[in-house]
């Protein structure tokens, strides 16, 4: 059955750096949606990616956030001087359109020390 | 601004109990509502997806219903297993052009043997 990976499942990184997570949508998916959920709070949405752009974003996602599409299977969320409140788990999802079912990836652990 | 309440926060039963968890959200303008599963430090599992014109969902002993027009959903799980044991989240995709899912906190579930 297809699934939505993500790639690192956890990630330890010293404040300030950069961070990239990976994540390979199913691939006859056209929507791609990146969360986050802090340890003991909702899932929250950051930002959806459609025909190679933004489609919609949150208020969290402000300037430190950027999401790519590098190549054809791969959609990656850089974020940018890390902060010690974006330790997250972090979901990539995917749906063939807003209206259809969301899959979601088993999530990247991020640890900011 | 759509904000989505799931009650109980939390529930234990023996096994072999029908139960009902609840979902409630404050703007009845939506596309779809999207009801999952999600283990203690794992990704998100989609149970049953209902759209805005849809009543009822049902897949396996998980039934899912909708009422609109009051804001209301529920899932029913109809002779719960030790494996049903997890955290039931409830999602919404808002109208508006919202591609992004609003998600309740959850109802952590715990089935006893």
């Known amino acids: 059955e297809p699934e939505v990976t993500q790639t690192p499942s956890h990630q330890v990184t010293q404040m300030g750096q950069e961070v990239i997570l990976r994540c390979v949508p199913i691939?006859?998916?056209?929507?791609f949606y990146w969360y986050r959920q802090i340890l003991g709070q909702k899932v929250e949405f950051l930002v959806s990616?459609?025909?190679?752009?933004?489609?919609?974003k949150s208020e969290i996602f402000d300037d430190q956030f950027s999401v790519e599409r590098p190549d054809g299977s791969n959609f990656t969320l850089k974020i940018r001087s890390t902060k010690l409140e974006d330790s997250a788990m972090y979901f990539c999802a995917s749906s063939q359109t807003p209206n259809t079912e969301a899959f979601f990836g088993q999530g990247t652990r991020l640890t900011v020390v | 601004k759509q904000e989505v309440t799931q009650i109980p926060a939390a529930l234990s039963v023996p096994e072999g109990e029908n139960l009902v968890l609840n979902c409630s959200f404050t703007?009845?303008?939506?596309?779809?509502l999207q009801w999952f599963r999600q283990d203690p430090g794992k990704g998100l599992t989609s149970l049953l997806l209902?759209?805005?014109?849809?009543r009822e969902q049902t897949s396996g002993r998980l039934n899912a219903s909708l009422d609109k027009s009051s804001g209301r959903s529920t899932l029913y799980i109809a002779a719960s297993q030790p494996g049903d044991s997890a955290t039931y989240l409830c999602a919404v995709r808002s109208g508006g052009g919202a591609d992004g899912l609003t998600f309740g906190k959850g109802t952590h579930l715990i089935i006893q043997p």
């Open positions: 691939s006859n998916h056209l929507y």
């Open positions: 990616f459609y025909n190679n752009e933004i489609s919609e």
């Open positions: 209902i759209q805005s014109s849809q």
């Open positions: 703007d009845s303008a939506i596309y779809n």
